[in-house]
């Protein structure tokens, strides 16, 4: 189950401490992975679980950059919803629990990328100079599930708006104007 499925949990939080519990556990396992790759959503089984990561043959052929581990990545198309559920779900947990013992140093590396990825992709294309500018791409195409994100896997051109741009919306399609 994702950090999307726990959060429909939060109003048993406070009366349930072993789920509590398990949705700390969430909040922590997924803290460790924004923290080192923000730019991706769905991530391999911890280490400690004991399970050995499966192949993701839809990833088969797709370039991501920034570079993936898929020993510790699933898949890493970049939604901005990914990074908005991870705080979602930070806050009901909180919310229902008044326990900030989550709130380490780990969570707060993780909420220091969701910070960096949003300025990132809230900035225009182009530079001052016309310079491309790009921190993140995803090429899709080949055996993907979805189709290769336009423009060598960097989206459509954007001027600054104070938006924030995503390649993928929540339903997985192509953003053709990809800012929230």
């Known amino acids: 189950m994702s950090r999307r499925g726990f959060a429909h949990y939060h109003s048993l939080l406070g009366v349930d401490p072993e789920l509590a519990t398990l949705v700390k556990a969430v909040i922590n396992n997924e803290a460790r992975y924004v923290a080192e790759y923000p730019y991706c959503g769905a991530f391999q089984p911890p280490p400690e679980s004991g399970l050995a990561p499966s192949h993701n043959d839809w990833a088969d052929g797709v370039t991501v ?3 993936v581990n ?3 990545v699933f898949e890493c198309k970049y939604e901005i919803d990914s990074l ?4 979602k779900l930070s806050r009901s947990y909180y919310q229902a629990t008044n326990d900030a013992s989550f709130i380490n140093d780990n969570w707060r590396a ?3 990328q969701v910070f960096r990825v949003i300025n990132e992709q809230s ?3 182009f530079d001052a100079n016309f310079n491309f500018i790009s921190y993140y791409n995803w090429t899709g195409g080949g055996g993907a599930l979805s189709p290769q994100v336009n423009n060598d896997g960097n989206g459509e051109p954007k001027a600054y708006t104070g938006l924030v741009g995503t390649h993928h ?3 997985d399609d192509l953003s053709t104007f990809g800012e929230f």
């Open 84 to 87: 908005c559920g991870f705080l």
């Open 110 to 112: 993780a909420i220091t």
């Open 65 to 67: 950059n920034p570079p």
């Open 123 to 125: 900035q225009p294309t």
């Open 70 to 72: 898929n020993q510790t």
């Open 169 to 171: 919306r929540p339903s």
